[in-house]
């Protein structure tokens, strides 16, 4: 059984950064991709980004390019999502997630394990 669990979350300040981490279990981290999703209150999950098992491919929604970035360390069994000029619309809670193949989707139903979530809220 693969636990995800992520840390980081707070409360920042328009304009500020955090970065968000989530450490696996188990032995199989490096054989796929990881993905990070939110959710914010009254609306569906959606995408964040994406990173494939060996850390050479990235995706991200439109919302996260250019401000946040996904990376992992795969000898530690973490991946993370660096967050820079926050906005408030990006309070949410956060989910990494684990996929079930080594390149990472859009799709939510193709990560198979997920982590509790961590609140990320921005103020003005």
């Known amino acids: 059984q693969v636990q995800l669990v992520e840390s980081g979350g707070g409360l920042v300040q328009a304009g500020g950064s955090l970065r968000l981490s989530c450490a696996a279990s188990?032995?199989?981290?490096?054989?796929?991709?990881m993905g990070w999703f939110r959710q914010a209150p009254g609306k569906e999950r959606e995408f964040v980004a994406t990173?494939?098992?060996?850390?050479?491919?990235?995706y991200y929604a439109d919302s996260a390019k250019g401000r946040f970035t996904i990376s992992r360390d795969n000898a530690k069994n973490t991946v993370y999502l660096q967050m820079e000029s926050l906005e408030r619309e990006d309070t949410a809670v956060y989910y990494c997630?684990?996929?079930?193949?080594?390149?990472?989707?859009?799709?939510?139903?193709?990560?198979?394990?997920w982590g509790q979530g961590t609140q990320v809220t921005v103020s003005s």
């Open positions: 997630a684990r996929s079930r193949w080594e390149r990472g989707t859009y799709s939510g139903s193709d990560y198979n394990y």
């Open positions: 188990g032995r199989t981290f490096s054989s796929y991709a």
């Open positions: 990173i494939s098992r060996s850390g050479l491919t990235t």
